[in-house]
């Protein structure tokens, strides 16, 4: 098992930027996929951004051209860089690791979240 904590959130204005960061408890190095995902009020939980142990990216369309997510292997440590904020970014972010403990034990694991508001 692997515990996630994120960071980083805070309250920003439209068109500022912050770093949201997700520290894991042990190595990333074999975690098939990293992500982070939010929630608004009254929203659907939704994916926005994930990334594989090759690289490979993902991002939901409401945030492609602002949001960089990256990973160091390292630090044991998930980020996502977001510019260009707007007030519909407003939610809590949450940190997510999924993969494979064998061929057939899957596993998922969250943060418990971080604040991020974006509000002049």
């Known amino acids: 098992q692997v515990q996630l904590m994120e960071s980083g959130g805070g309250l920003v204005q439209p068109g500022g930027s912050l770093r949201l960061s997700c520290a894991a408890s042990?190595?990333?190095?074999?975690?098939?996929?990293m992500g982070w995902y939010r929630q608004a009020p009254g929203r659907q939980r939704e994916l926005v951004a994930s990334?594989?142990?090759?690289?490979?990216?993902n991002y939901a369309e409401s945030v492609k051209g602002r949001f960089t997510i990256s990973r160091d292997n390292a630090k044991n440590t998930m980020y996502l860089q977001m510019n260009s904020l707007k007030p519909e970014d407003t939610a809590v972010y949450y940190c997510?690791?999924?993969?494979?403990?064998?061929?057939?034990?899957?596993?998922?694991?969250w943060g418990q979240g971080t604040q991020v508001t974006v509000s002049s």
């Open positions: 042990r190595s990333i190095l074999s975690i098939s996929t």
């Open positions: 990334i594989t142990t090759t690289s490979s990216t």
């Open positions: 997510n690791a999924a993969g494979y403990k064998s061929f057939f034990e899957h596993y998922d694991y």
